[in-house]
C-alpha cells in the first residue's frame, strides 16, 4: 500500500514512520478525503509489523484527525487536508552558514578581545558546580527580572573594594551584556521628539540599534578628552551615552569638569547619562579611573560588564539603575527574556566571593600591560617618530596616529586580503571628520611574538601605500 | 584638614579613601577653585599615613582633573566643580524590593512549573563541568547569533528521535527562551498596517510584548479543537501565533484539518505561522502530538522551550525558522542580547547526547501523568459530578469547568487573601466572553498531599460563593 517503506534502523520508532507515512499521503492527495484505510490487522501483514504498531500509528492520526476511526468499521481520510504541494524536498543548506572560509590572518589587531587562555577555566568550573548544587531547590524556578540577590550583593562589595564605589545591591541589575542593556536603556528612556547623544566617534552597536528603533541620534564629537560637553544641544535629550573612563575607541579620560557639567545639565534639562565603563578594570598607570555615577546616582546609569575580565560568552553584565527607573526596567526585562539563567550567576557570585575575580584582574592587568609595552616598543622601533600613539594607558587596544596617511573604507578591505585585520577610526564616525589617519590596534588576545610580527606586517603593508 | 577621617579597617585603600575625600570636598564647595592643596608631606604628617598614599591619592585627582599639579608648587583645585549639593545622603531602599511579604498559601495551582525537585541536579552540575572543560578556548569568545553548533546539532537529534521531525540544524537557532523569541519574531515580522493574530484566550505575554510596541493584535476565538481558522481576518497579518499542540490556556489539540487550512493560508496570503509548543512533551495517552512544522517549513516557525522539561531559570529555549527569515533573525539577536552563555549551551549538548534527557523526560512524564491522574481523581470526589475537566491529557495543568461559576476578577484576588493561588480563564481574555466559568489548575509542582488538599480548600471557598 502506498509505497510505504519502513526503516528498522531508524531512530524514528516503526509506529511514527508510519504515521508520518500516512499523513505524507494524505497531504499530496494520494489518500484522497473519505477514502478507506486498509485495517490494521490487514496493514500490519502486508508491512510484516506487529498490529499494536498499526494502532499505534492510527491513533496518532485519529489524535490529529487525519483519519476518523470508526468503532467497527474501516478509518476513514478526513476531508481538506490535501496540500497540493510535493513531499518537502530535502532542504538545501543556507547560503547563510557559519562556516564561512577564511583568510588566514598574518596579524590580527582585532579590538575587545581578552586573553581566554588565561581564564581560570578550572576554577570556574568548581565555581559552577559548587554554586549548583548549593542553589535552593525555587531558585532554578522563575527568579525575578532584577538577577540573582546574592550575585548583586557581590558585586556591590566587590565595586566597594575595587573602586570605592558605595552602592546599595537593590540598584544593581544583573543583564546579559551591556548590549542587552543598551537595547533596553535605549527603549526606557526614549521620549518622542528627543534625541539620543551620542559620542563621535563611538561604538557602531549602539548607532544600529537606535536606528533599527528609529529612534533620533545626535553625535557629539569627542577630543582627547573624550565627549565635549559644551557642544551638547540645547534641543530635548533622552540620554547621554559616554565611555568616560577610556572613551571608545579615541581612549581619552573625561575630565572632572566635564563631568560636573554633565550631571548638572541632565538634573537641569531632565535628561540621563549612561556611562558605559566597558575596560577600566584594565589601568596600567595608576588606580582605575571613578566612575561618574558616583556624582549623580539619580541621573546616571552605570553599565558594567564581565566580557573582557572574565570571557566574552558569558553574558553577564550589570546596571546600577536610578530607582526612578527601576520598575520599568524589570517591566521591559521581563517581557525581553524574562532573567539570567541561574547557574552562572551562582558561579560568578562564588567567584567573587572567593576573591577570584580580584586575583583573575591582578594577573590580567600585568599581562596585559606586558603586551602594551611590547606594543609600544615595536611600534616606536619599526615605524619609527612619524608616529604617535593616542589615549589612556588602558584597556585591551590603543589608536596609532599617522599624520600623513588615509585609512579610509579601501584600506581595511585591501589589508584583509592581504591577511591583516585592522579597524580605521573612521568606521566608527558616522561623518569624514578627520579621523582618516588614525588605526585601532586590538592587542589583549595576542602573543608578544604576534605582536611583533603583526606590527611588521602592517608596516609593510602600510608602505605599500607610501604612508 | 577638612575633617578627612580614613578607616583603616576599611576595604577600600587609604588612597582611595583619600581620593573620594578631597573630592567631595571638592563638589560639595568646601574646597574652592584654585585652591592649594596641602603638600604630600604635610598632609601625610596630618592624617598618620605614609607620603606615598597621599601622593597615589593625588594622582587620581589629577588623573580627573579634581586638580592640577604644579612641579614645584602646591596642587591646586581645578575650576568648575562645585556641585552645590550635600553629600548624597545613604540612599533609602526602594518600594520596589523583592522582598515583598508574602501570605502564607494552603493551595498553589499556578501553572507552568514543572516539579524541580525531581531535576537530575548532580548529572547536570557535572555535565555543566565536563562540557566546560571539554570546550575549545576560542569558543569563550563570541560565538555567533546562532547559538553553538553542538547544541543545534543534539537538539536536531532529539527531534527526530522523540517527534520524528527530520529538520537540518542549520535552521535551529538558540535563544534564552519563549519569551526572548516572540519578543525577537515580532520585530522580525512585524510589517505596517498589518495584524498579529493571537488565540483567544491566550497567554497575556504576547499581548504585553505587542502592546509595548504598538503593534496591533487581532484575538481570535479558540474551541475546545484550538484556534478556529474560519475565522482569520480578510486584513493583512503580519503573523499567526497558535499553540496547536495543548491550545493555551483550554487544552485542545488543533485537528488536521484547521493546520493544512492554515498553512494553506499562510501561504496564499504570505504570513508566517508561530507555532508555540510549550509543553507537548509530557502527553500522557499517547504519543507527542507532532508539530505543524513540518507541513510547512516555510511557512511555519517552531517555538520550542526547555523550561518545562528542565527548569525555568536555564534561559534555553531554540526556534526552527524558515531560511528567509534566519539573516534577519541573526541581526536583531545580535543587537538584543549577541548569544547565549556557552558554559549552559554546551552542558545541555552533553546532557542530550548522553541522552540523560530522553530518560529525564520519561520519568517526568510517568510522574506527572500520576499527578495529574490524582487531581482528576480529587475534582470528581470533592467537587462532584457538576464539575468536568477540559483539555487534552497532557502538560502541566488543565481546566475545571463549573457551569454556574463566575470565576471574574474579585474571585480570584479573594481567594489570593484566603491563601489559595488561582488562575481564572477569564485572565486570559481581552474581553468577557463567557469563559468566567473555568479555572487553570496548575499542578507539575504541587505533591499528592498538596493536591488534595488544595482541592479541598478550592473547594470550601468555592461554597462560599455557593458555586
Not at 562589595?157 to 573602586?163: I, K, V
Not at 534639562?269 to 555615577?293: K, W
Not at 527601576?326 to 560568578?348: G, K, P
Request: aromatic share 8%; with cysteine.
Amino acid at each position: 500500500m502506498l509505497g510505504i517503506v519502513l526503516d528498522r534502523g531508524s531512530q524514528i520508532s516503526l509506529s511514527r514512520q508510519l504515521f508520518i507515512a500516512v499523513q505524507q499521503n494524505i497531504l499530496n492527495g494520494t489518500l484522497k478525503a473519505n477514502e478507506p484505510l486498509p485495517s490494521t490487522r490487514s496493514l500490519a501483514k502486508d508491512l510484516g509489523v506487529s498490529r499494536n504498531t498499526v494502532s499505534e500509528a492510527y491513533e496518532m492520526l485519529a489524535t490529529e484527525c487525519y483519519i476518523a476511526s470508526n468503532p467497527g468499521s474501516s478509518s476513514r481520510v478526513c476531508s481538506g487536508l490535501n496540500l497540493n504541494r510535493v513531499i518537502q524536498q530535502k532542504k538545501a543548506e543556507a547560503s547563510y552558514t557559519e562556516n564561512v572560509s577564511k583568510t588566514v590572518l598574518r596579524a590580527d589587531f582585532k579590538t575587545g578581545q581578552p586573553d581566554l587562555n588565561f581564564f581560570p577555566r578550572t576554577v570556574w568550573g568548581q565555581c559552577l558546580r559548587e554554586a549548583l548544587l548549593a542553589l535552593p531547590v525555587d531558585k532554578l524556578g522563575y527568579g525575578g527580572a532584577k538577577g540573582f540577590y546574592l550575585l548583586r550583593q557581590e558585586i556591590a562589595h566587590w565595586l566597594l573594594r575595587s573602586r570605592g564605589l558605595e552602592v546599595s545591591y537593590h540598584d544593581i541589575m544583573i543583564c546579559s551584556g551591556t548590549t542587552q542593556a543598551l537595547n533596553l536603556l535605549t527603549d526606557l528612556l526614549h521620549q518622542p521628539e528627543h534625541e539620543f547623544v551620542l559620542e563621535h566617534p563611538s561604538h557602531q552597536g549602539l548607532h544600529t540599534v537606535l536606528g533599527d528603533k528609529g529612534y533620533p541620534v545626535r553625535p557629539i564629537p569627542v577630543d582627547t578628552q573624550g565627549l565635549d560637553v559644551h557642544l551638547l544641544p540645547q534641543t530635548q535629550i533622552s540620554a547621554v551615552y559616554i565611555t568616560p573612563s577610556h572613551q571608545f575607541p579615541l581612549g581619552g579620560i573625561l575630565p572632572a569638569s566635564r563631568r560636573s557639567q554633565l550631571v548638572r545639565l541632565a538634573a537641569e534639562q531632565d535628561f540621563y547619562v549612561i556611562e558605559d565603563d566597558y575596560d577600566s578594570e584594565f589601568r596600567y598607570c595608576g588606580a582605575p579611573i571613578s566612575p561618574v555615577y558616583a556624582l549623580a546616582p539619580d541621573r546616571v546609569i552605570y553599565v558594567g560588564s564581565f566580557s573582557k575580565t572574565l570571557f566574552p560568552a558569558l553574558r553577564i553584565g550589570f546596571v546600577i539603575l536610578p530607582k526612578a527607573l527601576q520598575q520599568r526596567w524589570c517591566h521591559y526585562r521581563t517581557f525581553m527574556d524574562v532573567q539570567n539563567s541561574i547557574s552562572e550567576q551562582a558561579a560568578l557570585a562564588l567567584f567573587l566571593q572567593k576573591r577570584k575575580m580580584d586575583r583573575h584582574i591582578r594577573q590580567m592587568r600585568n599581562i596585559y600591560a606586558e603586551k602594551r609595552q611590547h606594543l609600544l616598543h615595536a611600534i616606536h622601533k619599526i615605524f619609527g617618530s612619524q608616529t604617535t600613539v593616542l589615549g589612556d594607558a588602558s584597556g585591551l587596544h590603543l589608536v596609532l596616529h599617522l599624520p600623513d596617511a588615509d585609512f579610509s573604507a579601501p584600506f581595511a578591505q585591501q589589508a584583509l586580503v592581504a591577511g591583516i585585520r585592522i579597524n580605521p577610526v573612521i568606521n566608527y564616525c558616522t561623518s569624514p571628520d578627520g579621523h582618516q589617519d588614525k588605526l585601532l590596534l586590538g592587542y589583549g588576545h595576542l602573543t608578544h611574538k604576534q605582536i611583533e610580527e603583526g606590527v611588521q606586517v602592517l608596516h609593510q603593508f602600510c608602505q605599500r601605500y607610501r604612508f
